[in-house]
Each structure stands twice: as C-alpha cells, then as structure tokens.
C-alpha cells in the first residue's frame, strides 16, 4: 500500500485476523432508511475501491477545506456542522447502514451539497483511499470506548492509526477528538502526545468549537454527570 507509515502493519494485521474498532450490528432499519440507502447512495456516496484515490477538489467541484469524519453515528451532528461550515467539504466514514440512510436522507432533505459518504472500515479508508498531506482536519466524536480492559486493542484511537491519520493531514491540519469516557480521554491523550508529528493546541483539554451541536447521546451523559473531554492536536 502507498504511503503506509511505519508499524500499520501490526494494525492491519490484526484485522486480517477479525479484530476490529466496531462490532456489525444488524441494526433494524426504517423504511426511510432502507430507501434512502438504494436510491441516495449512488448520488452521494463513495464507493469502497483501494485503487482509487480520494480528490476532494474533483469530488466537490471547488477547493477549499477538507475534513473527515471517522464513526459518524446516525449522523445528524454531522449533518449540523456541514450546514454551520459551508465553505468545508466533508466525508463522513460509518459502517452501519441505518446511519448511513439516515445521513443521506438528511442531506437531500436539506439540500447540503458539502458533505459525502463512504460506508467501510475507516482504516483502510484512510490507509488506501486517502492521499497523504490532502486533510485538513480529522473528526472522532465519540468513538466506542471498549471500557473493559481486554477490549481495549479495539479502540479506533491507537497509535498506528494516530500516525496513519497523521500522515494524511497538511501542515497544520487537526486531530478533534471528543468523548465522554474519562479514562478513554486520557489514554488519548497520551497517544497523541507520543506522536512526533502532532502538537496540543490547548492545555491539554480543548473547548467545545461553536459549531460542533451538543447531541442528545452527549446531553445525556451530561445529565448523567460524566465529563466532557475534547482534544484537539495539530500537525506540525
């Protein structure tokens, strides 16, 4: 593969094998999802090819920022902050397919023409179809925090794919993680300071940006009384 950084391989690897950052879930999907699936993806959806590179100013027809979004949920933030920053084009990367319908039924419904979608594993995504130095910021909001120890080689933020990550951003590019699992942060925060390439923009935690909505799966955990941690780190 072009551009692999030095020690993905054990990450891969251990794909190869059936480790992976996320579970396949079934998932019950709507009508409306089921639909939006079929008829949208051809329209706004990447397909999964590892020969074909990702051009951002080709895809969306002008220059300007480009961002990926890694787990993108059921997609209505995402959605949000593509509308609150027009002028950014994004990818958003999710494997389940009653996000993914749901994400393309919002943006022909709000006619959002910066935002597209790839539905497949977000490390080979990144690994195979994205240049190196072509992103200008990466997304990872609220990731699965494989809380129990055994589990915690699943977790999508290890430093393989924080260097892998890494080598796609321009100079200056970002690292905007966000979770709610304290213990999760701080081992983020730890990968991300041990990456040569990456700086802390804040000290250590960053602040919420204007634009990103506080969701109801972030509500409720605030209600629930557990901490915010956002990260932001910048590419030197």
Not at 40 to 69: H, M, S
Not at 134 to 139: K, L, P, R
Request: proline fraction near 6%; hydrophobic fraction near 40%; include cysteine.
């Amino acid at each position: 593969m072009e551009d692999t950084p030095a020690g993905l391989k054990t990450t891969l690897s251990a794909r190869e094998i059936g480790i992976r950052s996320y579970v396949v879930r079934s998932g019950r999907m709507t009508d409306m999802q089921k639909d939006a699936l079929e008829r949208l993806y051809p329209r706004f959806g990447i397909p999964w090819n590892p020969d074909e590179k990702i051009n951002a100013e080709i895809l969306f027809k002008r220059t300007g920022p480009f961002v990926v979004e890694i787990g993108f949920g059921m997609g209505l933030a995402t959605a949000d902050i593509a509308q609150a920053l027009p002028d950014t084009s994004f990818l958003g990367i999710e494997v389940h397919a009653p996000g993914v319908g749901k994400l393309l039924s919002e943006i022909e419904s709000r006619q959002i023409e910066n935002l597209r979608i790839c539905r497949h594993d977000a490390v080979e995504i990144v690994d195979s179809m994205i240049e190196a130095g072509s992103v200008d910021g990466f997304h990872v909001f609220f990731p699965d925090p494989w809380p129990k120890k055994r589990h915690h080689k699943r977790r999508i933020m290890n430093p393989d794919f924080v260097r892998l990550l890494t080598s796609r951003l321009r100079l200056g590019g970002y690292i905007y993680f966000v979770t709610d699992w304290e213990e999760y942060a701080e081992a983020t925060l730890e990968v991300l300071m041990s990456e040569p390439g990456l700086s802390n923009a804040y000290a250590p935690w960053a602040k919420r940006e204007d634009w990103r909505p506080v969701t109801k799966f972030e509500q409720r955990a605030l209600n629930e009384g557990r901490l915010i941690r956002e990260l932001k780190f910048v590419k030197n």
